[in-house]
T-cell receptor, first 118, second 112 residues
C-alpha cells in the first residue's frame, strides 16, 4: 500500500537554528499538508499546498514557517529560527482530491517527525 | 466554526469485551467524518470514513461507526477488543475545505 514517508523521524536542535522536515507524498496525490501535535495536545493544522502554492494556512503558520516542493517528489517544511515551543511531532499528509469541495478529503499521513528544540 | 470533541481521553477495556469510543462534532455544514488510529511510533492510519452515504460505516480491523445527525455523534465501536487495538484514536471532521479538524484523541488500553 502506498505510504507517505517522512524524514527525519526525530531531530534535536538548538533554539534559533533552522530545521527542514522532509516528506515524500504518495505519487499520484495532488494536495499536501503539514500538521503538528505538541505533546499532550491536539493535532493541529498548519498548512495545505496545491499546485505549487499555499492554499490555506492556520494562524500557527507564521513567517518563521515555509513550505516548498523543490522537485517532483519532496514536500518540505522549514522552520527558520526554532523556538522551544516548536517542539512537537510534525505530520505530513497528502490527498488525491482534485477539488476539496467535491466530497470527503481523505488524508494519508506519514509516521511523523519528532522535533525537539533545546 | 467546526469542532470535534472526543468525550474520553482514556478508555480501558478487557480483551474480548466491546469497545466504545465517543465523538461529537459541531459543524455548520454536513461534515465528512473519519476515525484514525495511531500506534506508537507509527503514522495516522485511516480506520473508516463517513461521507453522507450509509450512516453505519464499517472499517478495518472490525471497527464500525454510526453517524447520528440528531445527536451530532460519530461513535466508534468494536464488538470484541484485541490486544493489538491498544492505540490512540482520533475522530476527525472535514467540511470540504482544506482544513481537517482533529479531536483531542482517546487512548485505548486493552487488558489481558
Amino acid at each position: 500500500e502506498p505510504e507517505v514517508t517522512q524524514t527525519p523521524s526525530h531531530q534535536v536542535t538548538q533554539m534559533g537554528q533552522e530545521v527542514i522536515l522532509r516528506c515524500v507524498p504518495i505519487s499520484n496525490h495532488l494536495y499536501f499538508y503539514w500538521y503538528r501535535q505538541i505533546l499532550g495536545q491536539k493535532v493541529e493544522f498548519l498548512v495545505s499546498f496545491y499546485n505549487n502554492e499555499i492554499s490555506e494556512k492556520s494562524e500557527i503558520f507564521d513567517d518563521q514557517f515555509s513550505v516548498e516542493r523543490p522537485d517532483g517528489s519532496n514536500f518540505t517544511l522549514k522552520i527558520r529560527s526554532t523556538k522551544l515551543e516548536d517542539s512537537a511531532m510534525y505530520f505530513c499528509a497528502s490527498s488525491v482530491r482534485a477539488s476539496p469541495s467535491s466530497g470527503a478529503n481523505v488524508l494519508t499521513f506519514g509516521a511523523g517527525s519528532r522535533l525537539t528544540v533545546l | 466554526a467546526q469542532s470535534v470533541t472526543q468525550l474520553d481521553s482514556h478508555v480501558s477495556v478487557s480483551e474480548g469485551t466491546p469497545v466504545l469510543l465517543r465523538c461529537n462534532y459541531s459543524s455548520s455544514y454536513s461534515p465528512s467524518l473519519f476515525w484514525y488510529v495511531q500506534h506508537p511510533n507509527k503514522g495516522l492510519q485511516l480506520l473508516l470514513k463517513y461521507t453522507s452515504a450509509a450512516t453505519l460505516v464499517k472499517g478495518i480491523n472490525g471497527f464500525e461507526a454510526e453517524f447520528k445527525k440528531s445527536e451530532t455523534s460519530f461513535h466508534l465501536t468494536k464488538p470484541s477488543a484485541h490486544m493489538s487495538d491498544a492505540a490512540e484514536y482520533f475522530c476527525v471532521a472535514n467540511t470540504g475545505g482544506f482544513k481537517t479538524i482533529f479531536g483531542a484523541g482517546t487512548r485505548l488500553f486493552v487488558k489481558a
